[in-house]
């Protein structure tokens, strides 16, 4: 069994910056694939950015230029740097791991963490 555990969430005003991380721990796979997804209330949960273990990334077009992803597989961690954060970015933020190459606009994945929630407002 595999277990992420998401930290760094808050409350932040616009134009500031969080760092969410991730860390997998457990019976832990090859976890090829970590990402991060954000939902917001009565909205689907969608894809925020992804990253492979040789580094590649996907970021979704309202991440791009604001949220960097990063990756230290040593410690099974991912990190999501977001600055420039607006109010439309408000929403719980998940975690999540694939045993195989999943970048791009895949929201079924192998494992979930339980969420962290990033507020935005003045």
């Known amino acids: 069994q595999v277990q992420l555990v998401e930290s760094g969430g808050g409350s932040v005003k616009p134009g500031g910056s969080l760092r969410l991380s991730c860390t997998a721990s457990?019976?832990?796979?090859?976890?090829?694939?970590m990402g991060w997804h954000r939902q917001a209330p009565g909205r689907q949960r969608a894809v925020v950015a992804s990253?492979?273990?040789?580094?590649?990334?996907y970021y979704a077009r309202h991440a791009r230029g604001r949220f960097t992803i990063s990756r230290d597989n040593a410690r099974n961690t991912i990190y999501l740097q977001m600055d420039d954060l607006k109010p439309e970015d408000t929403a719980v933020y998940y975690c999540?791991?694939?045993?195989?190459?999943?970048?791009?606009?895949?929201?079924?994945?192998?494992?979930w963490g339980q969420g962290t929630q990033v507020s935005v407002s003045s």
């Open positions: 990253i492979a273990n040789d580094g590649g990334a």
């Open positions: 457990g019976n832990i796979p090859n976890l090829v694939t």
């Open positions: 999540s791991a694939d045993r195989i190459l999943v970048l791009g606009e895949v929201t079924t994945w192998d494992f």
